[in-house]
Each structure stands twice: as C-alpha cells, then as structure tokens.
C-alpha cells in the first residue's frame, strides 16, 4: 500500500501527533524540539530488532518483524512487556548505532525498514546528562 508522504509503505508507527513528511506547513506549527516525530516502518519492533542485528532486510508487515525477533533473538518477546524492555537496555548502545546506520541506508532502501527511535534516545540521553 502506498501514501502520498515521503515514506512508501502503509502508515508508519509515530510517537508523536505531526503528520508524517509532506505536511511541512504543519511542522512549523508545533514547538521548538529537535526532533519532529518518531517514525518506524513497517513498526516500532524495528527498533526492537536492531538491539539484536543490523539489518535492511524488507519486512512486509509487523508480523514478518516479530517473528523474526522471535525466531532468531528472543523467543518471548511481547509487545508493551515491561521485562523484556528492561531486557532490551543492555543492548541499547548497539540498537542506537545499528538505527544510525539504517538511517543512512533508509533512501536507497525505499525507507523499509526505518527508525528513529534512536534520534529520540540519544536526544533523552543528551537532555539527562545535562540535568544537575
């Protein structure tokens, strides 16, 4: 399925309520943050993977994405676990450096998959370490 914004699959996950790229009236409008929006196609699990791997591998759908955690990293791996994101924080340098690089590879790649969690995480990280 394709949208008319700048990322062609279906709708992306956001953390935020700015429309996707191609609204760039709209993002004028909203406060002054360093980051935008929080985009992840096909979904959030791709940021989930990349704790694990650093892949491109398309994925057709967030089920292709779960299994494929499932399968090859963490067979009991649910959605909004509180345990498993515990979990996860002990690969999360690897997550934001595999994200970085998915990024720079998202264009050529028709932006599936695609993150930007980590442009999220290392914005907290920058914030915390300014805070006394």
Not at 20 to 32: C, F, I, M, R, T
Not at 40 to 58: G, K, N, T
Request: glycine share 2%; with cysteine.
């Amino acid at each position: 399925m394709t949208t008319s914004s700048a990322y062609p699959i279906g709708t992306p996950t956001r953390a935020s309520s700015v429309p996707v790229p191609g609204s760039d009236s709209l993002h004028s409008q909203v406060w002054a943050l360093p980051i935008k929006e929080v985009v992840s196609i096909a979904c959030f699990e791709v940021w989930v993977l990349l704790h694990f791997e650093q892949s491109d591998a398309e994925f057709t759908d967030c089920a292709a994405v779960l299994s494929r955690i499932r399968d090859r990293h963490m067979p009991e791996y649910t959605k909004a676990n509180v345990r498993i994101a515990n979990a996860l924080l002990d690969h999360l340098d690897a997550a934001v450096t595999s994200a970085a690089w998915l990024e720079r590879r998202a264009q050529e790649n028709n932006w599936n998959p695609y993150t930007a969690v980590h442009q999220l995480v290392t914005h907290l990280r920058d914030v915390a370490s300014q805070q006394v």
